[in-house]
Each structure stands twice: as structure tokens, then as C-alpha cells.
């Protein structure tokens, strides 16, 4: 899925997550653009779409 996500600096990026994994509050997923393991807060996405 492809999420908009806004960093504690407050920059938006959107990111295409794969390898979901629910642990609330955090979602941890591979990121694309990154290209490595990633743990977000989802109160800090504000937008999911499809990938």
C-alpha cells in the first residue's frame, strides 16, 4: 500500500509499504523508498492507497 506520512520535522513523504505488520500504535513495514525496515506511527499517516 502506499501511505502519505508525516515525519516529527513535519515533512510529508509518501511511502509504498509492503510486509505489513499491525502492532498498534505502530505499523511496521518494509519501505520502498527506504529500502529497509521501518516503524510508523499511525497517528502520523494521513492517507492510505492502494500501491
Known amino acids: ?3 502519505e506520512h ?3 520535522s513535519g515533512n510529508r513523504t509518501v ?3 509492503s ?3 499491525l502492532d498498534p500504535p505502530y505499523l511496521d513495514a518494509w519501505c520502498h523508498l ?3 525496515e521501518r516503524v ?6 494521513h492517507g492510505v492507497m492502494p500501491a
Not at 510508523?40 to 499517516?45: H, P, Q, V
Open 1 to 3: 500500500m502506499t501511505v
Open 6 to 8: 508525516v515525519a516529527t
Open 15 to 17: 511511502r509504498t509499504l
Open 19 to 21: 510486509d505489513l505488520e
Open 34 to 36: 527506504r529500502e529497509a
Open 40 to 45: 510508523f506511527t499511525l497517528s502520523r499517516i
